[in-house]
């Protein structure tokens, strides 16, 4: 592995992490690891999210594994994005990012609107990926849009966040509001309301000028995929070992991922939690996740993961 220049955190930070700023091409990314041993494991973060949604899970995985949290283009303490940012855009980010880690290929988890960008990434770079974990996520032209579709279960979240520039006119200065006010208690389990402390980092972070162009790109993807990724999974679907992990709402990333997946392919439902899996129930998530890794780095054709297993 490289040496990666450690900085000194500019928001949170969770005791054994190391900080990071990798410069790609046209960004420069921020990057928290942890753990020294073990097969890598990458976290992509969603929405309302940045690395600081895997602050529990993290050392969970680093007792056995090299993990590895990043914000996204445009989100957290990652550059501004600009105006071009879109699922493709992250797609690259993600391989650039792992060929500049250099520990070879990854377990790759992604959770909520980052699976299409992580999808595509295994799928145009396989052999930079050892499995797939999408976590409370879907992909455009697998039952994405019906989360747009206010007239059946959709939310209108959807349709304005991807609407172009209009969150960044609109929600600066009101941060807090969305988040606390109705984003955090939708998302979440009635029992499972985030902490002060946390919510202020991830307002801290969306209160970045210009902290919303990063959500506006990935959102605005569903809308302008016009049959793209539904192209790519019939000519690149995806060979590694997949799980998917649902909270609150399976079995839908099982039903949105089962057929980009060619090879093996888990399902798993974890407890106690609503749509922040990783925030809600880290424990959970590790529980069905660590099983899936070590199969995945041993060949083996099952985890241990029942084709439904529940983890509380």
């Known amino acids: ?29 921020h990057l928290v690891s942890a753990g020294s041993a073990g097969s890598p494991i990458v976290l992509v973060h969603g929405w309302p999210e940045t690395w600081w949604a895997f602050r529990e899970l993290m050392p969970l ?34 391989h650039r990012l792992v060929d500049l880690l250099d520990v070879g290929p990854v377990h790759l988890l992604c959770q909520d609107i980052s699976g299409g960008a992580a999808f595509r990434f295994a799928a145009e770079h396989p052999e930079q990926v050892l499995s797939f974990t999408a976590v409370e996520s879907s992909l455009a032209g697998f039952g994405l849009e019906a989360l747009a579709d206010v007239n059946a279960y959709g939310s209108w979240h959807v349709g304005f966040l991807g609407a172009p520039g209009i969150a960044s006119m609109l929600l600066p200065g009101h941060e807090r509001e969305l988040l606390t006010g109705w984003a955090y208690p939708l998302m979440t389990a009635p029992d499972a309301a985030l902490a002060p402390a946390d919510i202020d980092e991830f307002v801290r972070s969306y209160s970045r000028p210009g902290a919303w162009r990063g959500t506006e790109g990935l959102y605005h993807s569903l809308f302008a995929d016009d049959g793209a990724t539904r192209a790519l999974a019939e000519s690149s679907p995806l060979t590694v070992p997949v799980l998917a992990v649902d909270g609150a709402n399976s079995p839908f990333t099982e039903m949105s991922f089962r057929p980009v997946a060619a090879g093996r392919f888990e399902a798993a439902q974890v407890d106690g939690c609503g749509h922040l899996v990783a925030q809600e129930n880290p424990h959970g998530l590790a529980e069905v996740l660590l099983p899936f890794v070590a199969s ?13 297993q529940t983890a509380v």
């Open 1 to 29: 592995m490289p040496t990666l220049t450690p900085i000194a955190p500019v928001g949170a930070t969770v005791p054994g992490a190391t900080h990071h700023s990798i410069r790609l091409d046209d960004t420069t990314l």
């Open 61 to 94: 995985l680093a007792a056995s594994h090299r993990v590895y949290a990043l914000d996204l283009r445009g989100f957290g303490d990652s550059s501004v994005a600009g105006d071009d940012v879109t699922e493709q855009t992250v797609a690259d980010d993600l």
């Open 296 to 308: 995945a780095d041993a060949g083996g054709e099952h985890s241990g993961v029942a084709p439904t």
